[in-house]
């Protein structure tokens, strides 16, 4: 079992920046690929980005391209999430998840653990 928590979410108001964190507990995070989510109201869960086990390999939504990045420290057991260049679209409850058996990255059912998430909103 994997336990995820997220945090690092808040108002923020647009064009401007916050840093995402996921800590996991109760087993190594190396052993596992990464990804971040995210849920608006009233819409479908979204893909935002993933990191291979090593941090060598990344992938990102097109929404969130070339504005946010994703990293992990496995020495921490953590896993971040940059986001710069905010626009009021991108609020919405950001979760990280924890994926131990599929070789993709963008579908919710590749992922096997996840957390509660962060409120990020942007204010325009």
């Known amino acids: 079992q994997v336990q995820l928590v997220e945090s690092g979410g808040g108002l923020v108001q647009a064009g401007g920046s916050l840093r995402l964190s996921c800590v996991a507990s109760?087993?190594?995070?190396?052993?596992?690929?990464m990804g971040w989510f995210r849920q608006a109201p009233g819409k479908e869960r979204e893909f935002v980005g993933g990191?291979?086990?090593?941090?060598?390999?990344?992938y990102y939504g097109d929404s969130v391209k070339a504005r946010f990045t994703i990293s992990r420290d496995n020495a921490k057991n953590t896993v971040y999430l940059q986001m710069d260049s905010l626009k009021p679209e991108d609020t919405a409850v950001y979760y990280c998840?924890?994926?131990?058996?599929?070789?993709?990255?963008?579908?919710?059912?590749?992922?096997?653990?996840w957390g509660q998430g962060t409120q990020v909103t942007v204010s325009s």
């Open positions: 998840a924890a994926n131990g058996r599929s070789s993709t990255y963008s579908e919710t059912r590749d992922y096997d653990y």
């Open positions: 109760g087993r190594t995070l190396f052993t596992y690929r």
């Open positions: 990191i291979n086990w090593g941090g060598g390999r990344t």
